[in-house]
């Protein structure tokens, strides 16, 4: 516990009086860190923390880069920005890489305020410090983006978007050049990097280019995941920091329909919420850290279970991974809108789900959203600063049924989205790019024309599981059945119970979205990630 003699020995501290001293000593926190680890994060509500014993360090992600722009001794602190402003915090600290670690306190807000009543020279120096600090920081906004890597194609490409969109949620840096009209006979998008360019790549040429990994470092491992939303994300955390030799197969880009959302509000932790991608970058990240390897636009072909021994994964391409685990975290996929013509329009017009950096496509535009769940609430806020107009097309005849309280408050004290009920699309218009769409009430069956460059569809979603051997088990709608309902079916045949998250196939666990019976939250994938790896555990002390 800290004590009112060491706190004497920090120089800010000097003018307080010692009755005063005895009490901020009780209030503080007293913490100490293994080298590394973080006490303060981007976007964190404020706080003042100052270093007692070692090192930290003040970093923050610049052009896709974590980079350490500031260093604190004992005697030194960090949150002068914070608290001097009321905003959060611009950059994260963590313990300096020594080997002793360090020790830090913190002090929370109403700490601090006492503090500053009995001692005004203390927030006096905490804001002077503040005002260097933020010509530092404004130094480093203005810095140009460093990367040669480049992607040059139309506005309104749907070739372009699914390129530039892959690029982000893998969380590398890029130029992006935007023509107003393509080149007449020129492909795109345009790749450019290193000195070398490619026209129209696939996906994977883009991956490998970039230097991603496409191809596993092996073939034999503990555990094989496959799916990076935030499930199998967590499962990769938990299992390579338990030092289980862990990959992730992802198809495409780590995150799942979580990586697309362009708010969460209700996973704890986060009071102001965060956006789908940012939390998928921050478990993307810790994941490597701590070891385990991410391969993405990779597909599974077939699983062949081990039934006791170590089971078989085969990719595209013919590569065969073996592993006494496997733990299915591959989500689900959005439902396609059924209206006549609509795969003309898509990713040049119509886009499922919807991102932050979907923001350019929305930029001055009559953008519709269909559907009524969290996700679309949150798009419909979220691009009501962006676009002309945004309009919520909703089947039923309120949002109340699918909707948070808190989002249904918020889109009507919000004036640039309207809702219309009981609606549906039944007609897209456009040449290139989509300019019109059809929409018809079902209440009175009349149908509107209705201007609209941009629809994001999010109707729901479906398992994708078809490819899954039959010794997994499934539900009439082609979700997982794990624990007690996997026991129930003729594929299990073992005189044990299975795991709670274990399928009908010994060894092969489910989590997240794609399980039958699942609660399709974040909060509840990120508990299943964590629980599959204690089954995982469990599971291999049987061999």
Known sequence: MITAETLRGIPIFAPVPEATLDELARAVEDIRLMPGEYFAHEGDERALFIVVE????????????????????????????????????????RAADAAEGARIIKLDVTVY???????????????????????????????????????????????????????????????????????????????????????????????????????????????????????????????????????????????????????????????????????????LKQAKRLGAEIVVTRTVESIVPGAGARAEIV???????????????????????????????????????????????????DVCIVGAGNSAGQAALFFARHARSVTMLVRGPSLEASMSRYLIDQIAANDGVRVQTRSEIVGLHGGSSLEAIDIVD??????????????????????????????????SHGFILTGADAAATPQWGLDRRPFALETSAPGVFAIGDVRSGSVKRVAAGVGEGGMAVAFVHQYLALA
């Open 54 to 93: 070692g090192g930290a360090e003040i970093t923050k992600v610049i052009n896709g880069e974590e980079r350490v722009i500031g260093r604190r001794k004992p005697g030194q602190f960090f949150g002068e920005v914070p608290m001097t402003l009321s905003t959060p915090f611009p950059a994260s600290g």
């Open 113 to 283: 305020y006492t503090l500053a009543a009995t001692a005004p020279s203390i927030p006096a120096r905490v804001a002077g410090l503040a005002r260097r600090y933020l010509d530092s920081l404004q130094e480093m906004a203005a810095e140009r983006l460093e990367t040669d890597v480049r992607v040059i194609g139309p506005r309104s490409d749907a070739r372009t978007h699914e390129v530039t969109g892959f690029l982000i949620r893998n969380q590398v840096a890029f130029e992006r050049t935007t023509l107003d009209e393509p080149v007449a006979g020129e492909q795109y998008p345009i790749l450019e990097y290193g000195g070398a360019r490619t026209v129209d790549p696939s996906l994977r040429e883009v991956a490998t280019a970039v230097g991603l990994d496409v191809v596993p470092a092996a073939s034999d491992y503990d555990v094989v995941i496959l799916g990076a939303g935030p499930a199998g994300l967590t499962a990769a955390v938990n299992g390579a920091a338990e030092g289980l030799r862990t990959v992730v197969i992802e198809s495409v880009a780590p995150g799942g329909q979580a990586g697309t959302s362009t708010r969460i509000e209700n996973y704890t932790g986060f009071p102001f919420g965060i956006s789908g991608d940012d939390l998928a970058s921050r478990a």
């Open 315 to 365: 990719l595209d391409g013919g590569d065969v991974l073996r592993a006494p685990v496997v733990i299915i975290a591959t989500g689900v996929a959005w439902r396609s809108l059924p209206v006549p013509g609509i795969d003309r329009f898509r990713g040049n017009g119509v886009y499922y789900g919807a991102a932050r950096s979907d923001a350019s496509i929305a930029q001055g535009a």
């Open 442 to 475: 079902r209440t009175s069956g009349a149908t509107v024309r209705t201007e609209a460059g941009v629809v994001f569809v999010m109707i729901g979603a479906d398992a994708v599981t078809e490819w899954m051997p039959s010794a997994v088990a499934r539900d």
